[in-house]
């Protein structure tokens, strides 16, 4: 069983900038993706980034050119750096990882708030 836990969601201003932080554990190097994804209230879950193990990276439209995700060299963690950060970026922030152990399987985390607003 894999563990997704995600760190640094908070209050910032129009404009300002949030790194968020996706910690793993259990996976024994199987990783081989991880995903940011939001879901503002009364809407379905959109893609924000992805990142492959091998480095290949794919971006929502709405983050294209603000945000930027990264990954650790041992696939543990992830990162998603906001920049220029609006109001309607506010929603609940989710990682995932996705395993292939023979198999794949996806893991979320329990989701960090983000918050834009003067």
């Known amino acids: 069983q894999v563990r997704v836990v995600e760190f640094g969601g908070g209050l910032v201003q129009p404009g300002g900038s949030l790194r968020l932080s996706c910690g793993t554990s259990g996976s024994n190097g199987s990783i081989t993706a991880m995903g940011w994804y939001r879901q503002a209230p009364g809407t379905k879950r959109d893609l924000v980034a992805t990142?492959?193990?091998?480095?290949?990276?794919n971006y929502g439209d709405s983050s294209k050119g603000r945000f930027t995700v990264s990954m650790d060299n041992d696939r543990s963690w992830a990162y998603l750096q906001m920049n220029s950060l609006k109001p309607e970026d506010t929603a609940v922030y989710y990682c995932?990882?996705?395993?292939?152990?023979?198999?794949?399987?996806?893991?979320w985390g329990q989701g960090t708030q983000v918050t834009v607003s003067a």
């Open positions: 990142i492959t193990s091998a480095g290949v990276t």
């Open positions: 995932n990882a996705v395993t292939d152990s023979g198999y794949s399987q996806t893991y």
